[in-house]
């Protein structure tokens, strides 16, 4: 079944990808003046999981219903991002924790473990930082929070670095600066969104089959509209906003656990100790950004050996 929303055919429903998470079931929260989509699966401790661009909350298929072995798993579409809530404003990172903390609230939770990859993992330590009381561990994978260094980042890339495939020396984010330009980029990709979609993994990941034809298909429909683009370009836009708001945030005391590809690790290798008293990082050097689906086993594994610790 399809059903029209605006100019695009929706294919790919909530209702019907969550079979590929057996177990789990779909969910919606008011919190926060929005509403929020997420899955739920598994029973115990909760660990809540959020995605990054450009993916939405089935971006945990890989790894969610191994920890719902053990775990109770909530995964979230964050503001703006899937059937979550697309509004004008609320995309600093701060406001983004605030739903998260008025989610974990409705939920009835006391202290949850928060895991984040890419925007959400900053958004993950947004709520770590502001809301430490809710949070027992923090994982952030290829995702710390917005600082001064990334005003440092190349407009231009070095010369013989920016190639078929990311350098892990040299990256080069030319979207950090492209998803700055409002109203423009929603006229470039509305309907051609899986053109993005395609070079961006390609480019980011070591092995890019690894990115399955039905993965990238879900994620181009899922950013293939106007309102889609504008909202998540937003968490980009924020930047600024969340820089300032950094340096009013004391260091982390609870355990942290950050997992860096090959091309963040050496970056959340100097950061993170500047942001966590008590922190350990992996490298998984043999993957790109894209780690749940390049290198899932080994995400699993960093994971369940600092849940249990």
Not at 89 to 99: F, H, I, L, N, R
Not at 105 to 111: E, H, P, Q, V
Not at 225 to 240: C, K, M, P, T, V
Request: net charge negative; glycine share 8%.
């Amino acid at each position: 079944m399809t059903i029209s929303s605006g100019t695009t055919q929706q294919k790919f429903l909530d209702e019907q990808l969550i079979q590929d998470f057996p177990g789990f079931s779909n969910h919606y929260a008011e919190v926060n003046g929005i509403r929020l989509h997420y899955i739920d699966g598994g029973s115990g401790e909760v660990i809540i999981c959020l995605p990054g661009w450009p993916q939405t909350w089935y971006s945990y298929r890989n790894i969610a219903t191994e920890f719902a072995k053990t775990h109770r798993v909530i995964v979230l579409d964050i503001r703006g991002m899937g059937t979550s809530d697309k509004p004008q404003g609320g995309y600093d990172k701060k406001t983004m924790a605030e739903d998260i903390k008025q989610l974990i609230n409705s939920l009835g939770l006391k202290k949850v473990t928060v895991v984040g990859h890419d925007i959400g993992g900053m958004v993950a330590m947004s709520l770590a930082f502001n809301h430490p009381e809710v949070v027992e561990k923090l994982i952030v994978a290829d995702g710390l929070h917005p600082n001064e260094g990334m005003f440092q980042m190349p407009l231009l890339p070095a010369p013989g670095s920016f190639g078929e495939k990311m350098n892990a020396n040299m990256p080069y984010a030319w979207w950090m600066g492209f998803n700055q330009v409002k109203s423009l980029p929603e006229k470039i990709l509305e309907g051609r969104f899986r053109f993005l979609i395609d070079w961006l993994f390609d480019y980011v990941m070591i092995d890019e089959t690894k990115m399955t034809e039905k993965e990238r298909s879900i994620y181009a429909e899922a950013y293939n509209d106007a309102e889609s683009i504008r909202s998540s370009n937003a968490w980009y836009q924020s930047f600024g906003q969340d820089i300032e708001d950094s340096k009013t945030y004391q260091q982390l005391q609870m355990p942290v656990l950050g997992i860096g590809s090959n091309v963040s690790y050496q970056f959340m290798q100097m950061a993170m100790p500047y942001v966590s008293q008590n922190s350990n990082l992996i490298a998984l050097s043999n993957g790109g950004h894209y780690m749940f689906e390049e290198t899932p086993e080994q995400v699993i594994e960093a994971i369940c050996s600092f849940l249990k610790a």
